[in-house]
């Protein structure tokens, strides 16, 4: 849309351009500039003349002139409407909320002048109805209306279209939150770079940015990024409890969305999330020495993947991911057959992925996996024929 705008602004302002240019060479060949400008119909006529006869008939010129009058007078219009459709896009909020409070005001004024009617004193004793029919009419002629039959019908579609209008407020106000929302969580990651830029001040951008996380959370407590980010601005702060919190909630969150998405795609990325949350659980166990807490949380975060049946790059770079955590969780148990396993299942699921982590994710598990193979000499001492040829030799 601002490109049409952009363009259209510089159409007009070119052909407004050439018709001042126009309008000055044609007052100037009639000579009505030379009581400003002496001489200025003779130097037209000189430099026009040979031109002139290079021109095609004038009927020729008359139609392009008309060609081009219309193609003006249509971009012209088209700007119009461009910049028109712009502007009442930008200002349908304001209009909105003017139009309600001014709604809302006709409807509270109104509903005084109804209890005004059923307040007055009847002489009845025993009342069978709260609203008559005489005292009723007149409040609705105060208010503008007429008879109850044609009141009853205007006020229906009155709820008709506030309905719509509590619609459109809903959406307004979602749409609000989202971006206040998506604002928090850009102002926090700007905190948290800042602090790793900034050393003496690092603490207290990443207390910034957990704030900020914190507040994104705080209005929409199902948002996974913001259970995320804020998880791991606490692991960086060392408030390991609260970022164990934050991961577990993000696996739930996120499970439970995929389990009520009606979208493939949306299902698998909700799986992966909450196969990350699993693995930054075991991360966080992983460093107080809990390995058995950690593997029980990468366990679940296989399955989370696993469940997922076809899996995309993305999924099978968190399978690697998962799969060598589970190989280093087993290596400081000192279960290396395990270990060696998982590493030959990670570098399996980074094979096929072309980029530049998974890439390196995989020369790493490649490297621990050589790193636990015994040396081809060792090896070869440890078998059986080299046993019975030492119990031969040494006979």
């Known amino acids: ?188 990651s700007i905190a948290s770079a800042r602090a790793e830029a900034n050393a003496e001040q690092r603490d207290e951008y990443r207390h910034l940015a957990e704030q900020e996380f914190s507040a994104a959370h705080a209005m929409r407590p199902e948002d996974l990024d913001a259970l995320e980010l804020r998880g791991l601005q606490r692991q960086l702060r060392g408030n390991e409890p609260g970022a164990r919190a934050d991961f577990e909630q993000l696996s739930v969150v996120a499970l439970a969305s995929a389990q009520a998405a009606t979208d493939s795609t949306v299902a698998t990325a909700r799986r992966i999330r909450a196969a990350r949350g699993y693995r930054r659980q075991a991360g966080l166990f992983e460093q107080l020495n809990r390995q058995r807490d950690a593997r029980r949380r990468l366990n679940d975060g296989l399955d989370a993947i696993n469940a997922i049946g076809s899996l995309n790059d993305e999924a099978n770079f968190e399978k690697g991911c998962l799969h060598c955590a589970y190989a280093r969780v087993q290596i400081n148990l000192n279960q290396l057959p395990v270990a060696k396993k998982h590493l030959t299942d990670a570098i399996k699921a980074l094979a096929g992925i072309p980029t530049e982590e998974a890439r390196k994710l995989k020369d790493e598990a490649n490297d621990t996996l050589q790193g636990l193979q015994p040396p081809q000499s060792l090896a070869a001492a440890r078998g059986l024929w080299a046993r019975i040829k030492g119990w031969f030799c040494s006979g």
């Not at 004024?109 to 005004?116: F, P």
């Not at 209306?145 to 006020?155: C, F, R, T, V």
């Not at 506030?162 to 998506?182: D, F, H, P």
Request: glycine share 6%.
């Open 1 to 188: 849309m601002s490109f049409l705008v952009h363009w259209a602004h510089r159409l007009l302002l070119g052909a407004g351009i050439l018709i001042v240019i126009g309008v000055a060479i044609y007052a100037g060949w009639q000579g009505w500039l030379d009581a400003i400008f002496p001489g200025t119909q003779d130097v037209l006529q000189k430099l026009a003349e040979p031109l002139w006869k290079l021109l095609p008939a004038l009927e020729r010129i008359e139609r392009f002139v008309r060609i081009l009058g219309a193609i003006v007078t249509a971009c012209t219009a088209a700007a119009g409407v461009v910049t028109g459709i712009y502007f009442s896009k930008r200002n349908l909020p304001q209009r909105l909320r003017e139009l309600m409070a001014a709604e809302d005001e006709r409807l509270l004024g109104n509903r005084k002048a109804l209890m005004a009617a059923i307040s007055q004193s009847r002489p009845y004793v025993h009342e069978t109805t709260v609203f008559h029919v005489r005292p009723l009419e007149r409040a609705l002629k105060e208010i503008g209306l007429s008879k109850i039959d044609p009141a009853y019908e205007s006020l229906s579609e009155a709820v008709t279209e506030l309905e719509g209008k509590l619609r459109t407020s809903e959406t307004e106000i979602k749409s609000i939150q989202e971006q206040k929302v998506a604002a928090h969580i850009l102002r926090g």
